[in-house]
């Protein structure tokens, strides 16, 4: 598919729709990031300290050691406020685990556009590769099990194809990525439509192809949706026994989604119940962001 975009290089675009994220969404998010930066006027520290004709050499690395995601959209930060006067490099590739002091990207360009971009880029590269850290970290505690770490709808507003893609880079996978992907049919819709089973043939009668995931509270309720033929039952909330028998009644009939209460520590447990997914969202919702720094260093003036 080809992406328009207005201040993205080729190469740039490229990566991004490479990695799945659309290059006019992250051009217009990076749009306002650098906006919301400057404010309504200068960098006034910048505009009185640096000469206006000095180029310089700007290296963003490792604080911290982690998983590295988003080098894509930190490159369409400076490709918007440096214009076509810069040259990138990418140094590393995303889902790369890299170590305390390792150059992740280095860019040449006036060291005006450089200190305004600084700032925006570190943003976003930091909070995605915190994402990409702390998956790797959920999907490592369960490597011993066949289930599968998933990301959910709590995501940060605007930024979900972003946080999303850092999932994937970090080994986790998506679950939805909007509210028409799938159906997840949960507690609210139950209680709307007067039961299980009345809720999924709701939703069958509009869609009959759609999948269909059915949150349920107790064992009770599986059943429930077992025979009204969910595809994918969200266990929440169960404890390690009923989960475990949760899996064995489901075994064949439908897949399984453990929620509510994980954590890294409770995770091998809860996959080795037979369960075939964690969903986890913290991914998104509270990943610490990786720490990522930049260097800078004058080459010349023009």
């Known amino acids: 598919m080809n992406y328009p975009t207005y201040r993205l290089s080729a190469y740039t675009t490229g990566l991004l729709a490479e990695a799945g994220m659309g290059p006019l969404d992250v051009e217009s998010l990076v749009l306002r990031a650098v906006t919301e930066d400057i404010g309504d006027g200068v960098d006034v520290t910048t505009m009185a ?7 310089g050499v700007l290296v963003l690395a490792a604080r911290a050691a982690g998983v590295v995601a988003g080098l894509p959209v930190a490159a369409a930060v400076f490709d918007v406020v440096c214009g076509e006067d810069r040259e990138i490099e990418i140094l590393v590739v995303d889902g790369q685990r890299v170590d305390v002091g ?3 990207l280095q860019v040449r360009a006036r060291t005006h556009d450089l200190l305004r971009a600084e700032r925006p880029a570190l943003n976003f590269l930091g909070h995605l590769s915190g994402i990409a850290t702390l998956t790797a970290q959920w999907v490592a505690a369960i490597a011993d099990t ?3 770490i998933r990301d959910t709808r709590k995501t940060t507003p605007g930024m979900r194809e972003m946080e999303k893609y850092a999932v994937r880079v970090g080994g986790g996978e ?3 990525m909007s509210l028409a992907d799938a159906a997840l049919v949960k ?3 139950v209680l709307a439509a007067g039961g299980v089973a009345q809720a999924f043939a709701a939703v069958r009668a509009i869609d009959p192809d759609i999948d269909v995931e059915v949150e349920v509270d107790d064992l009770d309720q599986l059943d429930e949706a077992l025979d009204a033929g969910a595809d994918l039952i969200l266990v929440d909330n169960f ?9 064995r009644r489901s075994q064949g009939r439908a897949r399984l989604e453990a929620s509510g209460g994980l954590n890294l520590e409770r995770a091998p447990e809860v996959a080795a119940t037979g369960v075939d997914y964690l969903a986890v969202g913290a991914l998104t919702h509270s990943a610490p ?3 990522i720094g930049a260097d800078l260093s004058v080459s010349d003036r023009e």
């Open 174 to 176: 998506n679950h939805r």
């Open 49 to 55: 300290t640096v000469p206006v004709d000095q180029r």
């Open 102 to 104: 390792q150059p992740l």
């Open 187 to 189: 507690d609210n819709h």
């Open 146 to 148: 066949p289930a599968v």
């Open 289 to 291: 962001v990786l720490d």
């Open 239 to 247: 404890p390690l026994e009923d989960m475990i028998e949760a899996a």
